[in-house]
């Protein structure tokens, strides 16, 4: 079969990745399951009641290692000598993380810290306010990186400093975005932090590849921003979501009578 551009596969992308031709791909930005037990809190997971969309693909923690090698090292086939990978993780599996990323022959360039409105709460250890990404690139004598692509050299923030330099301070605050009475996903990441991952490492016309999809934010990100879009997600559920949100054009979707809806 051959891969066709702006298309969501509902697959385990372990299969589908093989799929993919060699040196494809220009840009990767996933948010891989991290091997968390939800258990009776799917549904919730710090998000409000209703609306969840049911049937995430854990990973069993005694896989995790296994899982992240043969997934990131398609990763690295597919993806151009130009080509970067943004990977968001949680602390709890990151060492495999990490030590896929290397024996697959990325070189990692930064660890971001993406911060967050609130965290789980916790009596007796500090609060989680924050996730990991990790940037990590094929080749780092030459790789796409659109320095001035948010802030010129010369704007200010309001406390007179670079803005250019302050957007890319490794720590970004990027809030969680509010989805009450909306349908969503348990882990949807927030527009806004995926988009500054591709403005930075990508342009227009590429193709980016999401091989974790979930609701879609990825696709729909890229296709916002002019690129060509591959995704995967092993869930119909959350596959059918990102799906009908794209062929919409539709940020917000709501349920009635089980049928999604748009909203504005
Ligand atoms: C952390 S979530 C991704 C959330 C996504 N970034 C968003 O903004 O909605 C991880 C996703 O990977 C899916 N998944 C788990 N294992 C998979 C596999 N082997 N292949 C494809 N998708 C998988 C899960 O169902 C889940 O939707």
Request: hydrophobic share 35%; with cysteine.
């Amino acid at each position: 079969m051959e891969i066709q551009l702006n298309t969501i596969y509902t697959e385990d992308c372990r299969s589908g990745l093989k799929k993919i031709p060699d040196n494809f791909v220009d840009l990767i930005v996933t948010d891989p399951p991290y091997g968390i037990k939800f258990g009776k809190n799917e549904g919730l997971y710090n998000r409000p009641k209703g609306g969840i969309l049911q049937g995430y693909v854990e990973v069993p923690d005694y896989q995790y290692e296994q899982f992240s090698i043969d997934w990131i090292t398609e990763c690295f086939r597919v993806l151009k000598d130009h080509g970067s990978i943004y990977i968001v993780s949680g602390d709890r599996n990151l060492e495999f993380i990490l030590k896929a990323l290397r024996s697959a022959g990325f070189k990692v360039l930064n660890h971001l810290v993406w911060q967050y409105q609130f965290g789980v709460h916790t009596k007796k250890k500090f609060v989680t306010s924050h996730n990991l990404i990790l940037f990590a690139v094929k080749n780092p004598k030459s790789y796409r990186f659109n320095r001035y692509c948010r802030f010129d050299q010369f704007t200010k923030t309001v406390h007179g400093k670079s803005a250019n330099y302050k957007d890319r301070e490794s720590v970004w605050y990027v809030s969680k975005e509010k989805w009450i009475k909306k349908i969503t996903t348990p882990t949807k990441l927030p527009l806004k932090l995926v988009e500054k991952m591709i403005q930075y490492s990508s342009h227009a016309g590429d193709v980016i590849l999401d091989p974790f999809l979930g609701s879609g934010q990825t696709a729909i990100a890229g296709k916002g921003l002019g690129l060509n879009y591959l995704a995967f997600e092993k869930n119909p559920v959350f596959s059918s979501f990102a799906k009908y949100r794209l062929s919409q054009d539709r940020y917000l979707v709501g349920l009635e009578e089980g049928k999604l809806l748009n909203l504005k």
